[in-house]
Every structure is written in structure tokens, then in C-alpha cells.
């Protein structure tokens, strides 16, 4: 079991920066591959990028690659997601996940591979 309790979210204009930490609960959270994934009103969940366990292998979603970075520290048992460049597009619930899953990189793209979510921080890129 892991619970997970993300921060960081806010208000920002287009071309700034967020950062977005995630602790989790628990004595197991190098076991997991670590996601983030991003709702906005109206549309489905989708995957914004995800973190192996040691932290090497990262995967990152087309829209934000280059802009996003995921890193994770073991020892504070906390997941970041840095955001720079932000653009409205970028408005959106973010959540972070976790998963034992360990197919490949396309699953960690897969919500549903993920059973544990924090709770949500919302994210406001104005133009």
C-alpha cells in the first residue's frame, strides 16, 4: 500500500515554471515506477511522464517532452515533475501515480496500470 499526496500547483503565466513534489507513504516506494498524469475539464487522463524505479529510465509524453523533467528521490520518498514553458494548454489537474507494473515503457503510459493516485493539484497556465 502507498498513499500519495502531491503539492505544488498554482497559478502561473504562459512561459513560467511550476514544480510539482509528490511524497508517498510507505517503506516500499523504490518498488514502484512512478507516473504523472494530467486531466483537464473535458477530457480524458492523460499521461504526462513516468520515472523508473532507480530514477535512470524516464518517459515522457510528446507535449511536454523538453519542457517537463521527472526525477524522484528514493531516500525522501517524493516524485518531482519540474514544468517549464508553461502554456494554457498545460492547465490541468496533475496527479501523481504509482505502479508495480514492469511490461515495458508502453504500459507506464496506461492509466490503468496504475492503482495508486494522489489526490490531484491543479495547475493554471494564463495566456
Known amino acids: 500500500q502507498v498513499q500519495l499526496v502531491e503539492s505544488g500547483g498554482g497559478l502561473v503565466q504562459a512561459g513560467g515554471s511550476l514544480r510539482l513534489s509528490c511524497a508517498a507513504s510507505g517503506r516500499t516506494f523504490s518498488s514502484y515506477v512512478m507516473g504523472w498524469f494530467r486531466q483537464a475539464p473535458g477530457k480524458e487522463r492523460e499521461f504526462a511522464t513516468a520515472?523508473?524505479?532507480?530514477?535512470?529510465?524516464?518517459y515522457y509524453a510528446d507535449s511536454v517532452k523538453g519542457r517537463f523533467a521527472i526525477s524522484r528521490d528514493n531516500a525522501k520518498n517524493t516524485v518531482y515533475l519540474q514544468m517549464n514553458s508553461l502554456k494554457p494548454e498545460d492547465t490541468a489537474v496533475y496527479y501523481c501515480?504509482?505502479?508495480?507494473?514492469?511490461?515495458?515503457?508502453?504500459?507506464?503510459?496506461?492509466?490503468?496500470?496504475?492503482?495508486?493516485w494522489g489526490q490531484g493539484t491543479q495547475v493554471t497556465v494564463s495566456s
Open positions: 501515480a504509482a505502479t508495480s507494473y514492469s511490461g515495458g515503457s508502453n504500459g507506464y503510459r496506461n492509466p490503468f496500470q496504475y492503482g495508486y
Open positions: 520515472i523508473g524505479r532507480i530514477g535512470v529510465n524516464t
